[in-house]
């Protein structure tokens, strides 16, 4: 009896042995950076712990395997500031507020401004702490109409060429656009250029926020047209966890109200670490995020999942 034992046990360990390597391969791992915010206005932001979450990817429960809250130096942040190379003339109105965004972002913040020239995310200096170096390339573009080409090259762009390499940074865009594919302008929830620049956007770990502002040209387009930018730009920002900031069909009085809620939220973010099945190649998942205390959360509504063997970004 014994040794009938003895040797189920070895058969049982040796098809363990040959098992191990394929669940290896079929265990994916990603992350994502997340904004918890008040479940109603006026109260205190709720205190969220590992605990309290639960994840599933692409309809799979996935097993949370961090949840750090980004705050302080520990967790540097990079911003790029992707200005339309066809934005209206009247932008510059909105310059001291831009400015005055920059020069309170906290020291540990490095911030960059970039056009969108010709398809492509022009930097105009470096990522740098430093808010009078940032704000002396603000200027106007000076593009024509359509010399952005779409907006969404221009941020698949920026998104292939991130201009640092740091690792333990937060890489949030803030796109200043109407969001009108030129190459496409009538609205399609499934504009490939669309989707190519949310996928580059989820593998370089890119938060995208954007904020409405009409292009030079905008009398030639109809209301049809504008809607569709800003839906375009919805997309973007739901699958990366960011926010989109409009009023109406019309340009803002005043971006300040978009940029105090940026820094609210930009404030109240964790960086969510998880593990999940993958089945295949390197790919983009759909993400569902469920907290069990009460709080309104920003989460992507997409992730990159990679093989939990590799290197992120």
Known sequence: MKKLETTI???????????????????????????????????????????????????RPSTVTGWTPLRGTENPLELVLLIDGSASSSLGEQFGVISGFVREMPSFAKIAIAYMRNGQAVLAGPLSADSGQVLRELHMAGGSAGSNASPYFSLSDLARHWPSTDPAARREVVMITDGVDGYQKEFDPDD??????????????????????????????????????????????DATGGNSYWEGMGNPVSFDPFFADLRRRLQSQYLLSFSSRLDGKPEVESLKLQLSVPAKTDAPRQVYVRRADATAR
Do not use: C, F
């Not at 709720?46 to 990817?57: F, P, T």
């Not at 030079?216 to 973007?236: K, T």
């Open 9 to 59: 046990w070895m058969a049982a360990l040796a098809l363990l042995a040959i098992a191990a390597p394929a669940w290896a391969q079929n265990q994916g791992q990603g992350h994502a950076v997340v904004t918890v915010l008040p479940a109603h206005a006026g109260e205190m932001p709720a205190s969220v712990s590992l605990q309290d979450v639960k994840i599933k990817v692409s309809g």
């Open 192 to 237: 490939p250029y669309v989707h190519v620049a949310i996928t580059d956007s989820l593998q370089a770990g890119l938060v995208v926020y954007s904020m409405y502002w009409t292009n030079r040209g905008m009398a030639d387009r109809n209301e049809s047209i504008s809607m569709g930018g800003q839906s375009l730009l919805l997309e973007v920002t």
